[in-house]
């Protein structure tokens, strides 16, 4: 549903994209994740037709962001990491205007500013000032902003910033629901637990460029390299030490639990058996997955390797 193929975005001599491609498929939904500068809400602009390319080419549902900007605009929701909201108008009001806006039908745009309303809560504060409300539930109008004419296609911008963590949760809700509905999603976060918990893929951005993607799992075989074990003990670490030498690579060794990574998992039954013939008494041996914090981090150190 969005497809992107070697764009570049230059800024006067500052280059902001330099040959990004990606593709978001159906009920796919991608984190885009990279510091701050690297490129990801100018990526945004221009999959939304908001900016255009300095060279290479996007399709929204097979539209050219180029060429067909408005039918593009039309089929996309954004939330920016700034939304402005019109601070006077009471929510209500905002979010028929911008429905009317997208020529939503008056019926159904009633129907679906209420059910959205309802799903996150707003409640009474529909009917306020915009200016009047707290920053979590102007978020949240801002989001149904973005849903109001069921987009196929969503780009979403710290989705849950200023929420409390319920509001947050509800909004991670909805968002791993939308995979139901066939939309395209992608999210830009720097909430790695957040892009862990929703994302089906993850492509980092780096100086301008596309430094690592692929699902969650994939990116961290490749950048963490052979899984930890944590095994968990009575006895003496010394004795737990000189068992394990030079059979694996000793991570951590605590008062009561070793991390070790091994090349090959088939080994642990035979490591298990030395430590109880060395009078350790093993209590449980368990894999540790790497955070994506730490994938991520190795990625941006080395910035990937493609």
Same mark, same amino acid.
């Given at each position: 549903?969005?497809?992107?193929?070697?764009?570049?975005?230059?800024?006067?001599?500052?280059?902001?994209?330099?040959?990004?491609?990606?593709?978001?498929?159906?009920?796919? $939904?991608?984190? =885009?994740?990279?510091?701050?500068? @690297?490129?990801?809400?100018? /990526?945004?602009?221009?999959?939304? %037709?908001? #900016?255009?390319?300095?060279?290479?080419?996007?399709?929204?549902?097979?539209?050219?962001?180029?060429?067909?900007?408005?039918?593009?605009?039309?089929?996309?929701?954004?939330?920016?990491?700034?939304?402005?909201?019109?601070?006077?108008?009471?929510?209500?009001?905002?979010?028929?205007?911008?429905?009317?806006?997208?020529?939503?039908?008056?019926?159904?745009?009633?129907?679906?500013?209420?059910?959205?309303?309802?799903?996150?809560?707003?409640?009474?504060?529909?009917?306020?000032?915009?200016?009047?409300?707290?920053?979590?539930?102007?978020?949240?109008?801002?989001?149904?902003?973005?849903?109001?004419?069921?987009?196929?296609?969503?780009?979403?911008?710290?989705?849950?910033?200023?929420?409390?963590?319920?509001?947050?949760?509800?909004?991670?809700?909805? $968002?791993?629901? =939308?995979?139901?509905?066939?939309? @395209?999603?992608?999210?830009? /976060?720097?909430?790695?637990?957040? %892009?862990? #918990?929703?994302?089906?893929?993850?492509?980092?951005?780096?100086?301008?460029?596309?430094?690592?993607?692929?699902?969650?799992?994939?990116?961290?075989?490749?950048?963490?390299?052979?899984?930890?074990?944590?095994?968990?003990?009575?006895?003496?670490?010394?004795?737990?030490?000189?068992?394990?030498?030079?059979?694996?690579?000793?991570?951590?060794?605590?008062?009561?639990?070793?991390?070790?990574?091994?090349?090959?998992?088939?080994?642990?039954?035979?490591?298990?058996?030395?430590?109880?013939?060395?009078?350790?008494?093993?209590?449980?041996?368990?894999?540790?997955?790497?955070?994506?914090?730490?994938?991520?981090?190795?990625?941006?150190?080395?910035?990937?390797?493609?």
């Amino acid at each position: 549903m969005v497809e992107a193929f070697a764009l570049t975005k230059c800024f006067s001599d500052f280059w902001a994209l330099q040959g990004i491609s990606l593709k978001v498929s159906p009920g796919e $939904i991608l984190a =885009l994740l990279g510091p701050n500068g @690297a490129g990801k809400t100018t /990526t945004i602009r221009i999959l939304a %037709a908001v #900016l255009r390319p300095t060279s290479g080419r996007a399709t929204v549902c097979g539209y050219d962001v180029l060429t067909d900007g408005p039918a593009v605009r039309s089929l996309v929701g954004v939330l920016t990491e700034f939304p402005g909201l019109y601070d006077r108008m009471s929510a209500r009001s905002y979010l028929e205007f911008f429905g009317q806006l997208h020529r939503v039908p008056g019926p159904v745009l009633r129907r679906r500013v209420s059910e959205l309303i309802d799903y996150f809560g707003l409640g009474e504060a529909v009917d306020r000032r915009l200016g009047t409300l707290s920053k979590g539930m102007r978020q949240k109008v801002a989001l149904i902003r973005a849903l109001i004419h069921d987009p196929k296609v969503l780009f979403l911008d710290e989705p849950t910033s200023a929420m409390d963590p319920a509001g947050a949760r509800q909004v991670r809700d909805f $968002i791993a629901g =939308l995979r139901r509905s066939d939309r @395209a999603t992608i999210i830009c /976060t720097h909430n790695l637990a957040e %892009a862990e #918990l929703l994302a089906d893929r993850i492509a980092v951005i780096a100086r301008g460029r596309i430094v690592a993607d692929g699902k969650p799992g994939e990116l961290k075989r490749l950048f963490a390299g052979p899984p930890v074990f944590e095994l968990r003990f009575t006895g003496s670490p010394d004795a737990a030490r000189e068992a394990l030498d030079g059979r694996v690579r000793v991570v951590d060794l605590g008062p009561n639990y070793v991390r070790y990574q091994v090349d090959d998992p088939g080994r642990n039954p035979g490591l298990v058996e030395r430590l109880v013939g060395a009078g350790v008494g093993v209590l449980s041996l368990a894999e540790v997955s790497p955070s994506l914090e730490d994938v991520y981090l190795r990625i941006l150190g080395g910035e990937g390797t493609s």
